[in-house]
């Protein structure tokens, strides 16, 4: 590790958060109706909706009209990628996708995971990239912003049933903070040299004579909303590595604050919906905190190289470069891991199947800790939220006081909510994985032997579950079991989670907001904050040590005593 290493991390973190302080005063301004440049194209929408943005919606029918819209953008990209050989914009002539890999990547877009058991350039059509993908891109993510917006309210409002229209800040949302984000980046990225084009493949002649041929596309606009909308898919099968995906470390650099910028924003336009910004504050400085930890100990296990090569007399001083990009090197290799697999991404510009253990290890652990650091766009937010009426829980039982958070008394029926949604990912993790590990037809798509390959399986159905959509590498998923598997797995990580969560805020939302007094836990300071990440972390490990044990930790006591498997 280095000091000019260790500069780039922070000139990129810092740049990113003070982005996200004039981005959640605009966010909050949208949500609450009080942006308009763009009314009549918002008007538009609602008529031919039929949506009236002034009639707002209990818990239950904001949820209904998540499903429903989500349930829509399903079918309609199931069925471009079945039909993509018969559709235009198909200049390869690209087959249509079989029915488990086309019900996997339907519903990996829809749940704004984005896991891709194929490879963009090879299998898609520019139609179903911009028609399928990219719109996607833009309606998950804006989903989950909306879902944040209805949390927050709950906390904001005091005996009242409405947690806003759905369809409305879904409209918003997409109008007045991704499209405009995603066209100023976009054009950021054609200027950097990504392509942008109709145009068909072009075909290289190589110095030894051979014909190359080299996959373009319309890529540019595409990578914008992935890393904004924290999706992650890319239009290459190697993503952000790819040179025309990331071509130098600007454009590196760009990506990993993309895809932070807006989750840190939404912990500050949650403070400004509930009247206290130093809340949102507070949000932020865990989610900062866990970033600089995660991506030191990934700069670290990176640095120190490979022991196995040293004890051979490879120089370690470049650390370990396998599976990396020279021109992005290891800090803002350690920087991207660490965000997008905190930020819900899964975007990558290098393969953490060549990490070394540890550095495997904390990207996979991220994930596992819930995606809420920062987490993906909205996801994040509620998320950490669930996790802030847990700390308050815990801090009213160490005193004896019935719990409050931001004056709404947390009583047993929103802890039960917040465990139910809280156990869905172990459930599904390890539920999943430990029969995958067992089931011949599963197992065969494992590739390496030991600790290495129970984390390939591992990782798989944690970025499944998690929403993040990475790939640790090394296992073969485009089969009809890991397909439907790891497809269900995205579906109840995504919905199965959310649903406990509006309830949570539907229960809120009824309740009087009670008056600070001299009891009241403050959730503004350190204290809170320090009690927030204890919380993450404890339940992270309970759940999720034993496993890890078993994989990247076993690896890495494994390449200490000098042997492989």
Known sequence: MTLIGWAQIALVLLLAVAIAVPLGRHIAAVLDGRVAWLRPVEAAFHRLGGIDPGRGQDWKGYALAMLAANAAGFLLLFAILRLQGVLPLNPRGFDGMSPWLAFNTAVSFVTNTNWQAYSGEAAASYLSQMAGFTVQNFLSAATGIALAAAVSRAFARGGVRELGNFWTDFIRVNLY?????????????????????????????????????????????????????????????????????????????????????????????????????????????????????????????????????????????????????????????ALFAATTTGASCGAVNAMFDSFMPLGGMVPLFLIQLGEVLPGGVGSGLYGMLVFALLAVFVAGLMVGRTPEYLGKKVQAREIKLAMLAVLILPTVILGFTAVAVVLPAAAASIQDAGPHGLSEMLYAYSSAAGNNGSAFGGLTTDTPWMNVTLGLAMLLGRFAY???????????????????????????????????????????????????????????????AGKTF
């Open 177 to 333: 903070v991704l499209l405009p984000m995603s066209l100023v980046l976009g054009a950021a990225f054609v200027a950097l040299g990504m392509p942008q084009t109709f145009a068909d493949y072009a075909t290289a002649t190589t110095l030894e004579g051979a014909e190359q041929i080299i996959a373009l596309g319309p890529v540019a606009f595409q990578v914008a909303i992935k890393h904004l909308g924290t999706n992650g898919g890319g239009f290459f099968g190697v993503n952000a590595a790819h040179p025309f995906e990331g071509p130098d470390a600007i454009a590196t650099s760009l990506q990993i604050m993309a895809q932070q910028v807006i989750p840190f924003a939404l912990c500050l336009t949650f403070g400004r919906i509930v009247g206290d910004i130093r809340q949102g504050r507070a949000l932020l400085a865990v989610m900062v905190g866990f970033i600089l930890l995660a991506t030191g100990v990934i700069y670290a296990a990176e640095a120190a190289g490979n022991p196995l090569l040293t004890a051979l007399g490879v120089d370690p001083g470049l650390g370990n470069m396998e599976g990396k990009e020279v021109r992005f090197g290891l800090p803002l290799v």
């Open 498 to 560: 959310v649903v406990p969560v509006m309830a949570i805020a539907g229960s809120l939302a009824a309740k009087a907001k009670a008056p600070e007094s001299a009891g009241t836990f403050p959730t503004h300071g350190p204290l809170f904050a320090g009690l927030l990440a204890g919380v993450i972390l404890i339940l992270g490990g309970l759940q999720f040590l034993p496993s890890l044990s078993l994989g990247p930790i076993a690896e890495h006591f494994t390449l200490l």
